[in-house]
Nanobody, 124 residues
Framework: QVQLVESGGGLVQTGGSLRLSCAAS????????LGWFRQAPGKERELVAA????????FYADSVKGRFTISRDSAKNTVNLQMDSLKPEDTAVYYC?????????????????WGQGTQVTVSS
């Protein structure tokens, strides 16, 4: 069982930066692939970035490549998402999620545990 709690969302202007953090409970944190998803109003939830169990492999959606960076700290049981050069289209609720699946799954169905979400709003 893993519990995930996100923090760091807020309101920022276009071109600004935010850093999201997700704190995970449980002693098996390193057993999970971790991902950040987002969901804008009227749209499906989509994977933004994912990181492998040991942090050696990452995945980024095309829309955020070069602007977002995912990282994990196993000593602190956290996964972070550094978001730079933010655009209005990045506005969404961002969710942290954990998966037992091998590889770097992109489907929401592959993720077993979810945080409650944190709102990110980018003003133009």
């Amino acid at each position: 069982q893993v519990q995930l709690v996100e923090s760091g969302g807020g309101l920022v202007q276009t071109g600004g930066s935010l850093r999201l953090s997700c704190a995970a409970s449980g002693r098996t944190f390193s057993s999970y692939v971790l991902g950040w998803f987002r969901q804008a109003p009227g749209k499906e939830r989509e994977l933004v970035a994912a990181i492998s169990r040991r942090g050696l492999a990452t995945f980024y959606a095309d829309s955020v490549k070069g602007r977002f960076t995912i990282s994990r700290d196993s000593a602190k049981n956290t996964v972070n998402l550094q978001m730079d050069s933010l655009k209005p289209e990045d506005t969404a609720v961002y969710y942290c999620a954990a998966s037992n699946t091998n590889g770097l799954p992109t489907s929401t169905r592959a993720y077993d545990y979810w945080g409650q979400g944190t709102q990110v709003t980018v003003s133009s």
